[in-house]
């Protein structure tokens, strides 16, 4: 006899969400990464934080492509109901606590006065990251990821 757990709303609730917002980092990522100019002047990018973005250490794209990717695809494998969810998930927050003490103890970046609320933009980041491991983690405990 095999029993199924009904899968509670805010499932979908939170997987959408997570996948828009994480989405948004994808997006973030590939025009950074592509040295998209026009894209990061749009979002406020002055010349030396440009600069600060084009001189990161290669060291520096591992874990933010865990961060970035690692969210994307948790969120897509918490809409489809799998137990990875919460490894996806978990190595997003490796990558994201990495960009965090990187970001704040290693090298901060250049932040203009216009640009001074980006300097929490890392804490929420990675405070996001723990709710959806905590997330999937719950629900992988109460049966509802596969």
Known sequence: MVETVKTPWHLWA??????????????????????????????????????????????????WVLGVWGAVIGSVLLLARRRWTVHAFGLSLLGAVVSLIYSKLINPPPLSADMAMMAWMPFVIVAIALFLVWYAWAMAKRGVLR
């Open 14 to 63: 939170v997987g959408a969400l997570s996948l828009l917002w994480n989405g948004f980092g994808a997006f973030d990522f590939v025009q950074t990464v592509a040295r998209g100019e026009a894209y990061m002047r749009e979002a406020g990018f002055g010349d030396e934080m440009i600069a600060y973005y084009n001189a990161l250490p290669s060291w520096m794209y591992a874990p």
